[in-house]
């Protein structure tokens, strides 16, 4: 029994007619498939949504592996375009290296040659200068 203010004490608490529990019932039922129909509903969403989820993460795992392949390829092209640049320019050092040393020996030539040129006029100027009468 429920105890009411109005009617300082208690009040019976009354059965509902037959009519109020059909409709009660039937209005449980209603509700009953409502929910059992949403409950499906958000099963099927959420299988559905399951599926779209796992679909994008394969996406970010394909897409993350060809940008990593992507990354080796490109870290491996640099790296033999680096090898072959730093090849070619050791290359061109030593040419231009090996060329001014060959001038530099064409030079040492050169002077040497010069300096007896030189040490031959000076030995004849000396000569012109000094005749000697000796015959």
């Known amino acids: 029994m429920e105890e009411d203010a109005g009617n300082g004490g208690f009040r ?11 409709g009660d019932s039937k ?10 129909e949403e409950t499906e509903t958000k099963l ?18 394909s897409f993350t592996q060809t940008v990593s392949n992507l990354l080796e390829s490109g870290k491996t092209m ?7 640049f730093e ?4 290359m061109i050092h030593k040419e231009h290296v090996e060329k001014w040393q060959e001038e530099i020996k ?3 030539l050169l002077d040497a040659s010069n300096e ?6 000076q030995n004849a100027r000396y000569l ?8």
């Open 12 to 22: 019976k608490r009354m059965k509902p007619s037959e009519e109020e529990e059909k």
């Open 27 to 36: 209005d449980e039922m209603s509700i009953d498939n409502i929910e059992n």
């Open 44 to 61: 099927l969403a959420s299988d559905e949504m399951e599926l779209n989820i796992a679909q994008i993460l394969d996406k970010i795992e």
């Open 78 to 84: 640099f790296k033999e375009l680096s090898n072959e």
């Open 87 to 90: 090849e070619r320019l050791i």
């Open 106 to 108: 064409e030079l040492r």
């Open 116 to 121: 007896e040129t030189t040490s031959v006029l």
């Open 128 to 135: 012109i200068q000094n005749p000697s009468i000796e015959p």
